[in-house]
């Protein structure tokens, strides 16, 4: 690193990062507000809500669902992190989800929800997400708004552009964002080593057009660059996707001056159809690595995790006519495909202008050769003015996610001047420009990444809310604003506020979702290996030290209430079926000094609390969700035993006691 050029440029990016806070916040933030906004935000109570969002908790580890126009939350997610409000991950049955190469991983960072497609449609099926920190792909059934299946991905540090998915859903990919040495080579390296020992790769998910169950299929060895998002291609482009790349420079320390020296970075455009050929050809070369895969079963309401041991890659070097580069402004953050698949407009976070790159016009520069290099010797650099439709022009500072509303518009974010920008694709002309309150990162517009967007609402999605709520501490709520794009002028609806950071969302019609519902579990159908149909097989057994409790919840008792013979150094399993058949009628479950955590069972499902009782004596039990009149009556008594007493298993409910 010269220090000179890092003494340069530290003063101009302080400018921009201070810019953030005071020097671009729009004036008067409330003032912009037309008299109708607070109409088309009503929803009438007990009416539904148009669209679905998605919206990623970011830090949090979850998925949130909401309401629009409303803004209303309607449902936690979770994913990526355990969580209290329903027992995931912490429920026997759920634990295996949070397993991974490295142990169990209670709480990570998810980033991007991305909606299963057909035709490059949304078609309301699945939801998946990534986990950032420890890298794995999600995926959330739509029909029970509950997370099913959670593959790791190997060699690569930080999934961030992941998981973005071809046009029907042939792949979900996830892209790395810290390249490191492979898994199965040597990584005890000097880190000054990186251009040497470090690379990328990309994962291509398959994902069954029937079932959505994924499995890697196969990686690409990619140069060391940073990588950030992705978007595949649709229509003419099907068979192409593109990633940001950043850090082209390979730094390997203070990247926030060592990766802007370059004045373009890349756009990465990988013909993913050629790939699947090569390795349907048998051309790719397995290699160890180790990945758990966890799935949920929905018969069994139980979770299983798998460890992988290898995979199929192809190192793009070896195989031309895989990848080529679109040489693209300064440290690139979204690429984005229009609808008709025809262009990628790329977000470069510290570039002056918004460049949109031509689909036909890099097949017709890939036909030709004309090359503006080669990286390491063989991987072909197109020259940006032979891929280039145009440049928008003065969009803003900080320009970083782009969607598009079908009718010929593109909308930007810019996380510096904190602003959504309205352009037309056709003539990059920019129509409208819309203070954010504040520092927006991605936006999402209702199937704004689709070949058929809805459009009609833009959430622009803010990492700074100074001001706009009542303080709560040093922490403030990350928020959302609902943005009115049916116009051609932009007009704000609402604020609200979110889980964790809403780093980015998707919205869907509400009709997509709700013809799938499950309402509720089907007892006959429940497969759980501790499931007790019916309060007549209640039992308690014993096995040693172990003791499995087989009960059963309905209003309003949990079967049996009266349970003696438990000892201080028993592990006691505690299976609870919810016996109801009904809608949104779930029980929870709650032991009082329990270390582990509580459960809530949805109706038809088992759930499994483990718990380890520490003191002797009596300890109660009961219902923790508000189930019926009667709720506060739904409850019962464990007496402990010290090791080693005779207190004989004995269990009960009302007049007709059963002993064992
Ligand atoms: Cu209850």
New binding site residues.
Partial sequence: MKFLSYKLLVPALAILAGSTISGCKPGKAGSSVDADAAQKVYVAPGKYDEVYAFLSGGFSGQVAAYGIPSGRLLKVIPVFSQNAENGYGYSEETKPMLNTSHGFVPWDDSHHPELSKTNGEDDGRWLFINGNNTPRIARINLATFKTVEILELPNIGGNHASPFCTENTEYVVGNTRFSEPLDNSNGDVPINSYKKNFKGAVSFVKVDKDKGAMNLAFQLIVPPFNYDLAHAGKGPSHDWIFFTCYNTEQANTLLEVNASQRDKDFIMAVNWKKAEELIAAGKGTKITAKYAHNVYNENTHTATSVMETGTQTLDVTKFPGLVYYLPCPKSPHGVDVTPDGEYMAASGKLAAVIPVFSFKKMLAAIDKKQYDGMIDGVLPVLKYEDVLHGEVKKPGLGPLHTEFDGKGYAYTTMFVSSEVVKWKIDNLEIIDRIPSYYSPGHLSVVGGDSKKPFGKYLLSLNKITKDRYLPTGPELAQACQLIDITGNKMKLLLDFPTIGEPHYAQMIPAEKILKNQVKFFKLEENKNAYATKSEKDTKVVRNGNRVDVYMT?I??H?APDNIEGIKIGDEVYVHVTNLEQDWD????FAIKGANNAELLIMPGETCTLKWTPGLVGIVPY???????AL?QE?QGYFRVSPAGSNVPVKFSIGENPVTQ
């Fill in positions: 919840a209003r309003s949990l009628v779930p029980h929870g009961y219902c923790t969700d508000f189930c019926s709720h739904m």
